[in-house]
Antibody, heavy 126, light 108 residues
Framework: EVQLVESGGGLVKPGGSLRLSCTAS????????INWVRQAPGKGLEWVSS????????YYVDSVKGRFTISRDNARNSVYLQMDSLGAEDTAVYYC???????????????????WGQGTLVTVSS | IVLTQSPGTLSLSPGERATLSCRAS???????LAWYQQKPGQAPRLLIY???SRATGIPDRFSGSGSGTDFTLTINRLEPEDFAVYYC??????????FGQGTKVEIK
């Protein structure tokens, strides 16, 4: 069974930092891109960042560029999101989402986000 | 790419058909358009990818159609468990994702 489990959320003061982790199981982790998607309370979904299988392609939404850093450790089946200079606008549930599938070897396939974690809540407040 | 979903809220009765629209500000490459269902307190669930392919385990009352800039999610014969919020998403363009603002399907 495919599982993605986020951790590391919590309450942090404005300007503070937090590191989220996503640990995967049940699939060939190193063959998939991983994304972070967030959802502010009562709001819609916002894509935050993505990282490719060997970390050679990394992308961020404009609002977090320079503040957030995504990384992965394929040996630990884990992806991380280092969040610095946090503001109230970063308050949200953060989801880890499986993306681009490169398990076929020479080619990759796109199916959107086919598996999501349960999410971890980040609250930025003084 | 900006995705605009309509209507914002759809009020229907069980057994009716729901038709949800998603319009893109520019053409979605390779029809990389997905639909998700989200219920309160739960993570989103992938329903449709590639504009019209059902994800694993999704009932056939859910169908997707469209291409270019106009896409539709149709839910035939609404079941009580289908009342939820639905999001469209484009993926693949520059390997970044964009979501629509969502359509809430509520019980009339």
């Amino acid at each position: 069974e495919v599982q993605l489990v986020e951790s590391g959320g919590g309450l942090v003061k404005p300007g503070g930092s937090l590191r989220l982790s996503c640990t995967a199981s049940g699939f060939a982790f190193s063959s998939y891109s991983i994304n972070w998607v967030r959802q502010a309370p009562g709001k819609g979904l916002e894509w935050v960042s993505s990282i490719s299988t060997i970390s050679n392609y990394i992308y961020y939404v404009d609002s977090v560029k320079g503040r957030f850093t995504i990384s992965r450790d394929n040996a630990r089946n884990s992806v991380y999101l280092q969040m610095d200079s946090l503001g109230a606008e970063d308050t949200a549930v953060y989801y880890c989402v499986r993306g681009r599938d490169c398990s076929a070897g020479s080619s990759c396939s796109e199916r959107g986000g086919d598996h999501w974690g349960q999410g971890t809540l980040v609250t930025v407040s003084s | 790419i900006v995705l605009t979903q309509s209507p914002g809220t759809l009020s229907l009765s069980p057994g009716e058909r729901a038709t949800l629209s998603c319009r893109a500000s520019q053409s979605v490459s390779s029809n990389y358009l997905a639909w998700y269902q989200q219920k309160p307190g739960q993570a989103p669930r992938l329903l449709i990818y590639g504009a019209s392919s059902r994800a694993t385990g999704i009932p056939d009352r859910f169908s997707g159609s469209g291409s270019g800039t106009d896409f539709t999610l149709t839910i035939n014969r609404l079941e009580p468990e289908d009342f939820a919020v639905y999001y469209c998403q484009q993926y693949g363009t520059s390997r970044t994702w964009t979501f629509g603002q969502g359509t809430k399907v509520e019980i009339k």
